[in-house]
């Protein structure tokens, strides 16, 4: 069974930009999480969408977004970029709920100059 | 998501040594489950546990559910050069639905 893959893996934008990330789950797997990895914060949890709907969210502003299509396939957007959104960002898919076990992708790395 | 308690920071070790990590949490953990990452890439799930007390190997890692069901422990025996990474515990409490991650233990085993 294919694992959780991430597209693209690098990404360098400037600031002001807007990005899209994009996550395909495990085949079966319809809860979609999205953090964020940095040196500093280590993992911070930035939401999870179950079936098209966003069903729990962290702590970060409106400028990060996300959708799941109905193949639960996610992408999540980033607007009006700003250095300290450079970082790993890390998809996981669980089967269910945030609360099963998560298999993360590769990850994608922004670097916003 | 939360962090948890994870000791030690780091560890520098010989090739053949054994490691041992703990994590630990004031919160009751349904599950416990241990990764691994390398640089810049995403955590690989190791071990999973499910059941307090219970004991799970996987080839040289042993990793262990604490029986009051607040901490976990890795065990990595006969360390080799391609164990050096960065190693998080993480899991669901069993209030709320949400998701911890430990801190992180950095692992360089020298040849």
């Known amino acids: 069974k294919a694992g959780v893959t991430q597209t693209p893996r690098y990404l360098i934008k400037t600031r002001g930009q807007q990005v899209t990330l994009s996550c395909s789950p495990i085949s079966g797997h319809r809860s979609v999480s999205w953090y964020q990895q940095t040196p500093g914060q280590g993992l911070q949890f930035l939401f999870e969408y179950f079936s098209e709907t966003q069903r729990n969210k962290g702590n970060f502003p409106g400028r990060f977004s996300g959708r799941q299509f109905s193949n639960s396939r996610s992408e999540m957007n980033v607007s009006t970029l700003e250095l300290g959104d450079s970082a790993l960002y890390l998809c996981?898919?669980?089967?269910?709920?945030?609360?099963?076990?998560?298999?993360f992708g590769p990850g994608t790395r922004l670097t916003v100059l | 998501g939360q962090q948890l308690n994870q000791s030690p920071q780091s560890m520098f070790i010989q090739e053949g040594e054994d490691v041992s990590m703990n994590c630990t949490s004031s919160s009751i953990f349904n599950t416990w489950l241990w990764y691994k990452q390398d640089p810049g890439e995403g955590p690989v799930l190791l071990i999973a546990?499910?059941?307090?007390?219970e004991l799970t190997s996987n080839g040289r890692l042993t990793a262990q559910f604490g029986i009051t069901r607040k901490d976990s422990f890795l065990n990595i025996s006969a360390s080799i050069p391609s164990d050096v990474g960065i190693y998080f515990c993480?899991?669901?409490?069993?209030?709320?639905?949400?998701?911890?991650f430990g801190t992180g233990t950095s692992l360089t085993v020298i040849p």
């Open positions: 996981a898919s669980s089967l269910q709920r945030l609360t099963d076990t998560q298999y």
């Open positions: 993480a899991g669901p409490p069993n209030t709320g639905n949400q998701f911890y």
């Open positions: 546990l499910y059941k307090a007390g």
